[in-house]
């Protein structure tokens, strides 16, 4: 067992013991995927020779959204020959982990309705189970048991929660008439469409309108387009750059303005049974969704092994092949190497690992300095409670619960979807932090030294005004998460990166699968990404 295994088991076993009125110091469990083997990836040229070669038809090098969704889409086809690397982290933003018979998100955790143009992810969503009735037709009909319940959003203002995300609460008149002028246009914008035929906002992104009217949006940042057109109601100006840091891991003054107003405008789904707006969740987030893939995959390979342990070092073009040295690491982080051979390769990593193992990403169009999109760090901490801790007058606990102006970005209810009785008496509270007050680099450097001490007081930051002292009375341990490249982000001018639009149209022996490619990090548009390459690889 090792230490993480033995800290989280030792805490869930100690919960009858602890009591719920003593003072319980929680020493946080550090997570940071990757970073082993990042270190490794830098240090490649001290890598052992290779053991052996296993060749397959297509390799896919990531088992993230977007592997996942490429390898399910080979799989239903009936394609047998594939094999997914699964690199530092199996099911990567959309991970997941587990206290006891309790589920949590370690990134990802939820997925709005799927609009018309999202015609891959209802596919899937279908083939899944989570769509159970009509999935092309303008509402189709979900399982009841992920659509979120009520109440699902709260807003912590001067001590008291209200209902909803956008702040009402002490708020005049003449801002909330400005938040109903920006909402109302937003909403317009959903249906649409430039001079060219095409939704001006739409996902995935890469169907969106080129209108060049509309995206002349992405010249200028998300903050001085709401000036440009007379919006400057605080409590607007709060949430629009809270909603970007959620989604986009960076302040409105920093994300595109077309970015800022596709967030609002391209999220067009409805359902036959839940009110428009509605999300789908579970309670340990999008990890469902990878437990969902990575069945429904095993399940059409009858039986054959398809996902290999190890990250890629890197990846050479050979005649009539692609070979990738591929790393294993062993407990005590000593490296052995094999070969991956493939007739294809499908790139399903993030951008900024792949310009470490493809030397001839130039050949592709792609230049590092110019084309590779700024990268969000994160904090995922989830705090296993003994107990609820006391609330605050208004409304109830919700699925997501929100601290306005907050240096983070809440934190949802893992057990806030489970059909009960009575109230829980466990559960495991996941707040989310884009570490956006210094630079990223900066923020890097200080997650690489920081204490565990440090970290824990960072997770709390949004739970302590909500709970004061008793956070600390039910906090039964506490799992941090930290991703110091979590997402990308799209600034000003991602639109127009030419490497992410010649990557997007690679068709040759390596082809490109992620996220990246978007600009925005989505579990649509990287299983968008995935399902397209598993068609150009089976060509």
């Avoid at 009841?144 to 002490?170: F, N, S, Y």
Wanted: charged share 20%; net charge negative; glycine share 8%.
């Amino acid at each position: 067992m090792d230490r993480r295994t033995f800290l989280l088991a030792g805490a869930a076993a100690s919960l009858a013991g602890c009591g719920r009125t003593g003072w319980i110091e929680t020493t946080p469990v550090i997570d940071s995927p990757g970073m082993r083997e990042g270190h490794a990836l830098r240090d490649h040229r001290s890598l052992p020779p290779p053991s052996g070669t296993i060749e397959t038809d297509i390799a896919i090098l990531g088992a993230g959204a977007a592997g996942l969704s490429c390898a399910w889409q080979l799989a239903r086809a009936g394609h047998k020959d594939f094999a997914v690397l699964a690199g530092p982290e199996f099911g990567g933003n959309a991970a997941g982990g587990q206290y006891g018979d309790l589920g949590y998100p370690k990134g990802a955790h939820y997925l709005p309705l799927p609009s018309m143009e999202s015609t891959h992810l209802r596919d899937m969503l279908a083939d899944l189970g989570v769509i159970e009735a009509d999935p092309f037709t303008a509402r189709p009909v979900f399982d009841e048991r992920v659509l979120v319940h009520a109440p699902d959003e709260r807003l912590l203002i001067d001590g008291q929660w209200q209902d909803g995300l956008v702040p009402t609460l002490g708020v005049s008149q003449a801002e909330l008439a400005q938040q109903q002028r920006f909402f109302a246009y937003t909403d317009a914008l959903r249906t649409a469409f430039g001079n060219d035929g095409r939704k001006v906002f739409c996902i995935p992104v890469a169907q969106s309108s080129q209108d060049s009217h509309w995206r002349a949006l992405d010249k200028r940042s998300f903050k001085q387009w709401l000036l440009d057109e007379g919006y400057n109601a605080p409590s607007l100006h709060w949430y629009l750059n809270y909603a970007c840091r959620d989604d986009f891991g960076a302040g409105y003054e920093h994300v595109s303005a077309w970015a800022g107003l596709h967030y609002f405008s391209a999220r067009a789904g409805h359902a036959r049974n839940a009110e428009d707006g509605a999300v789908l969740t579970w309670p340990d987030g999008l990890h469902s969704m990878v437990t969902k893939l990575s069945a429904s995959i095993t399940q059409r390979a009858n039986g054959r092994a398809w996902s290999l342990p190890g990250f890629a070092a890197r990846i050479d073009e050979k005649a009539g092949s692609v070979e990738v040295l591929c790393v294993r690491l062993d407990n005590r982080n000593t490296p052995t190497t094999f070969v991956l051979k493939a007739r294809r390769v499908v790139c399903a990593m993030p951008l900024f690992v792949a310009q470490h193992v493809m030397p001839q990403m130039a050949a592709y169009g792609f230049k590092v300095p110019r084309d590779l999109p700024p990268r969000a760090p994160w904090l995922v901490s989830n705090f296993l409670m003994d107990g609820m801790p006391p609330e605050a007058h208004g409304v109830p606990l919700a699925w997501d619960n929100v601290v306005y102006r907050g240096e983070g970005l809440g934190y949802v209810v893992s057990t806030h979807q489970l059909i009960r009785l009575s109230p829980p008496q466990r559960s495991v509270f996941s707040a989310y932090q884009a570490l956006d007050l210094k630079t990223p680099d900066d923020t890097r450097r200080w997650l690489a030294a920081a204490h565990p001490d440090d970290l824990r007081e960072q997770a709390a930051i949004d739970l302590v005004p909500a709970y004061g002292r008793d956070l600390w009375r039910h906090a039964a341990a506490l799992e941090i998460t930290v991703r110091g490249h979590a997402m990308a982000t799209p600034d000003v001018g991602f639109l127009s990166r030419p490497g992410l639009l010649a990557l997007r149209d690679a068709d040759g022996p390596i082809l490109f699968a992620h996220a990246d490619l978007s600009g925005m990090s989505l579990f649509e548009e990287a299983s968008y990404w995935g399902v397209l390459a598993a068609n150009r690889a089976m060509r």
